[in-house]
């Protein structure tokens, strides 16, 4: 058996690799495994089969819990940091040819100001304090230029892993480069990061990061791939960013992320502070892979990759990071008192951390087997609303720290925008089957189209490649028109502030499709949908049926009206169908439990229709980015640039896609004239 430090591990490359050919991999060993000294498990044979180093019922954790008891007690997790890798020339050439993209320091140090001034206050992925002390402390003890072929081969796990994070933060902050910031720029320097390269994995952080074995990855590794996440997105690649995120997701498994037992391990104050100061940092990393996670997987009808037993989410402190960790411990800052950029992220976990449950019910089809669980969690949404600081009010904010904080404005709005977009979520899956969650739809996506409306206000035209500013756009309008156009006749009340909204909406994204690269499909796909709900919009002389009758508008009222004493609603015995007499919810559904008892997989429209919807999950962004459904153009071609001016001129197109026969876009192009 070989001892520790004799174990190698293999890499397969490609034969006739150079630096010029950066995809091309050399079939030879790129690395040597050396452990440090005392910080390497004492089994490594046994880790080396693939063991998870997190679970203790395996054989790795029981040879461990061993180990233990022999030197008389638990020792430290081995921090996955500063692992010495030994590069095979090949290997060596990619890590000297990578290293040479990278900008001179004055660049570097500029492109990073933007980003963390320009983009990184929207999900602050990373803590300006950590990371601007890291890069210089990377710019003295890293050689600006590459080592030479006879040099010693052995590089530092950490400093790899921190160029690849430092070659992300480049390229996003070239995504979102004011023009008034680029003339401190050194156009040869950003050669060989251009923001759209030739390849998704011949860019610098993926030829960098391919060079690791997987039993190094740390926190910054995560980072770097969260950041490639929202990268990716803003360029339009959703499926691409998808499973950059789920890879992330595994990763942060592997190394315990998703486990936090609050330990500290040091041995002296000093080294305590700087502990509880690296749980913050690892807390905000868990709550922001878990907020990437959860949202996307909804939006995209994906798998969650956290199961909702299988991880622990302790929010960090909510505290700004100083730059010197060493002499102050983390302290919470009160609701009044100055926010740090992470603090947003907080807010909007207490509600997104329910989204497991929406998944739940989600998975139950059209028909909830409990629909008061629905109440519930929508009561929930509306608690927290009345219940967020005034600093983040959505109605009269407390703007006292606007003027110090120039990202709070905004920051403000898209918080608003996703909590009603939580609200969405939980009544999409109803859409077609259920009347109040049509309402409860319309009214959400009202809000969130004025939330947006408001973010886009505070933004300037370098924001526009944002991926935010067309999915939380298209989700409510595609959603809200779905409403519109097959059941017209509801909620007219609402239809007048809808129409409105969406309007204004449409004339938001046509502003944006040239520097956003899924705004223009989106627009286009939202100008079609108007096209035919005005088409079918019923006139007001028909006095058509409002929505809030005695029976929906109390209903209404149920989930609309902020609880004060947790009490449900009370309705008397004697007026409940029998099959839902325990059910006060249903009970407010006259017609809705006689079709439930003839079938489970349908509903008739409400207006002289045959057509009946199927359980098809309705997602409209998933459907409009990731299943490819365009609009078939004519041969002169299609375009929504001059908004509502052409509503009465212009033929509505059809989709082309692939959709279930009872979908909702399968409906529109066969029932345009509903």
């Known amino acids: 058996m070989r001892s520790p430090g004799d174990l190698k591990r293999s890499h397969p490359f490609v034969k006739g690799s150079d630096s010029n050919g950066l995809s091309k991999q050399p079939e030879v060993e790129a690395y040597e495994y050396i452990p440090t000294d005392g910080g390497e498990s004492r089994s490594p044979d046994l880790a080396a089969y693939g063991y998870s180093s997190v679970n203790v019922h395996n054989s790795l954790g029981i040879l461990q819990k061993l180990e233990n008891l022999e030197v008389g007690g638990a020792r430290k997790p081995s921090p996955r940091k500063q692992r010495k890798i030994s590069l095979c020339q090949p ?37 300006r304090n950590y990371f601007i002390p890291r890069l210089e402390q990377y710019y003295q003890q890293h050689p600006l230029q590459p080592a030479s072929p006879r040099a010693d081969t052995t590089v530092s796990s950490e400093k790899l892993i921190f160029s690849a994070l430092v070659f992300q933060v480049l390229v996003y902050a070239l995504q979102f480069i004011p023009a008034r910031r680029s003339e401190n720029l050194h156009p040869p320097c950003l050669k060989g990061i251009a923001e759209d390269g030739n390849g998704l994995s011949e860019d610098a952080t993926m030829r960098l990061l391919s060079l690791l074995p997987k039993d190094v990855i740390n926190l910054d590794y995560i980072a770097a ?47 305590a502070i700087e502990e509880l100061w690296e749980v913050v940092l690892r807390r905000r990393l868990m709550l922001n892979l878990y907020l990437w996670d959860s949202q996307m997987g909804m939006v995209l009808g994906k798998p969650l990759n956290f199961k909702s037993d299988g991880y622990t989410i302790i929010p960090p402190t909510d505290c700004e990071i100083p730059r010197n960790r060493t002499s102050t411990a983390p302290f919470q800052r009160t609701e009044y008192d100055k926010p740090n ?58 703007r006292s720290y606007d003027a110090e904080c120039p990202q709070l404005a905004s920051q403000r709005e898209f918080l608003c925008a996703t909590v009603w977009l939580f609200v969405l979520m939980l009544h999409r899956p109803y859409i077609f089957s259920l009347a109040k969650s049509r309402t409860e739809i319309l009214k959400a996506g009202i809000e969130m189209l004025n939330a947006q409306q408001r973010f886009f206000l505070t933004l300037e035209q370098h924001h526009y490649r944002m991926f935010t500013l067309a999915y939380l756009t298209v989700e409510p309008c595609v959603s809200m028109l779905a409403v519109l156009i097959a059941f017209p006749s509801e909620n007219v009340d609402l239809v007048t502030e809808a129409f409105r909204c969406i309007k204004e909406s449409l004339s938001r994204v046509n502003k944006i499709r040239r520097a956003n690269r899924v705004a223009g499909q989106g627009a286009d796909v939202i100008h079609n949908l108007v096209l035919r709900a005005e088409k079918n919009r019923p006139s007001p002389s028909l006095g058509s049926k409002p929505s809030n009758s005695s029976s929906e508008g109390r209903s209404s009222e149920v989930l609309m009206t902020p609880s004060s004493h947790g009490a449900g609603p009370f309705y008397p015995m004697a007026d409940q169908p029998p099959l839902f007499a325990n059910n006060p919810v249903f009970a407010e559904m006259p017609a809705w439990n006689t079709h439930f008892q003839q079938t489970s997989s349908s509903v008739p429209l409400p207006v002289n229709s045959e057509y009946t919807f199927d359980d098809t999950p309705f997602r409209p962004v998933a ?21 509502s001016e052409r509503l009465s001129n212009e033929m509505p197109q059809q989709f082309r896609g692939e959709f279930g026969e009872g979908s909702f876009w399968n409906f529109v192009n066969r029932a345009s004239g509903v």
């Open 341 to 398: 950029t992470f603090t947003v992220r907080l807010l909007e976990y207490h509600i997104h951390k329910y989204l497991p449950q929406v998944r739940e019910l989600e998975a139950q089809g059209p028909y909830p087997r409990d629909y008061g669980k629905v109440v519930r969690l929508h009561q929930i949404a509306l608690d927290y609303i009345a219940s967020i600081p005034p600093i983040y009010r959505f109605e009269n904010p407390d």
């Open 623 to 643: 459907d409009l980015t990731y299943n490819d459904v365009a609009l078939a153009m004519s041969e002169e071609g299609f375009s929504a640039e001059s908004g």
């Open 225 to 271: 791939q969260i950041l490639r996440t929202a990268w990716l997105k803003n360029r339009g690649l959703i499926a691409e960013a998808w499973l950059v995120l789920a890879q992330a997701a595994i990763n942060a498994q592997e190394i315990g992320l998703h486990r936090d037992d609050g330990k500290l391990y040091a041995d002296d104050a000093e080294s």
């Open 91 to 127: 290997a060596l050439d990619i890590y000297s040819a990578v290293l040479r993209q990278l900008p001179c320091p004055s660049c570097v140090r500029d492109l990073v100001a933007i980003f963390f001034d320009e983009v990184n206050w929207q999900y602050t992925i990373l803590d």
